[in-house]
T-cell receptor, first 113, second 111 residues
Framework: GQQLNQSPQSMFIQEGEDVSMNCTSS?????WLWYKQDPGEGPVLLIA?????ELTSNGRLTAQFGITRKDSFLNISASIPSDVGIYFC?????????????FGKGMKLTVNP | NAGVMQNPRHLVRRRGQEARLRCSPM?????VYWYRQLPEEGLKFMVY????????ESGMPKERFSAEFPKEGPSILRIQQVVRGDSAAYFC?????????FGPGTRLTVL
């Protein structure tokens, strides 16, 4: 099945640094979503983007829906230790009444205090 | 996890046994999506159900897997005659205003 191209696959940063990650696809999506997953837990929604070109912030997080509708990026500013986890992008399109999500492989973030 | 309940959280089965995974979506919601996550991978769509209807099962393996969402009670993902390759985390998601909210998952281990 289709999977999004998410990069980088992992990052090791110092507390206080900023981090960026992005997702690309060969297909168009109506919605882009960014989730964070902690070990042993389900993905938790961070940001949802509904319009091409949209730039949305949620605290220290900023995400953009690419103008071509085939890509998105997420920035985390001034990282803190609790930012550690795996970040997933997901694209959503409506097909036959289904709003199923297509996920990237995830970006594992490590923050050194 | 926004009120989406899944149980059990961990399930161990021997090869050939049956696994039943349950999901209760957010209160008042009647749409459930099931996803599977293999180690070091992203989630992959399996099936989308509304109450008493399967809307999209394009991600379900053709054999041994089935899903239902009865009028009363939780959604059930059923895996018959489990094999080691079925070991994974299974998540359900409740759909609300264009966004999916995930449960904590069931981690299935097949011995």
């Amino acid at each position: 099945g289709q999977q999004l191209n998410q990069s980088p696959q992992s990052m090791f940063i110092q507390e206080g640094e900023d981090v960026s990650m992005n997702c690309t696809s060969s297909s168009i999506f109506n919605t882009w979503l960014w989730y964070k997953q902690d070990p042993g837990e389900g993905p938790v929604l961070l940001i949802a983007l509904y319009k091409a070109g949209e730039l949305t912030s949620n605290g220290r997080l900023t995400a953009q829906f690419g103008i071509t509708r085939k890509d998105s990026f997420l920035n985390i500013s001034a990282s803190i230790p609790s930012d550690v986890g795996i970040y997933f992008c997901a694209g959503q399109r409506t097909q036959g009444g289904s709003e199923k999500l297509v996920f990237g492989k995830g970006m594992k973030l490590t923050v050194n205090p | 996890n926004a009120g989406v309940m899944q149980n059990p959280r961990h399930l161990v089965r021997r090869r050939g046994q049956e696994a039943r995974l349950r999901c209760s979506p957010m209160k008042g919601h009647s749409h459930v999506y099931w996803y599977r996550q293999l180690p070091e991978e992203g989630l992959k769509f399996m099936v989308y159900l509304q109450k008493e209807n399967i809307i999209d099962e394009s991600g379900m393996p053709k054999e041994r897997f089935s899903a239902e969402f009865p009028k009363e009670g939780p959604s059930i993902l059923r895996i018959q005659q489990v094999v080691r390759g079925d070991s994974a985390a299974y998540f359900c998601a409740s759909w609300k205003t264009d966004t999916q909210y995930f449960g904590p998952g069931t981690r299935l281990t097949v011995l």
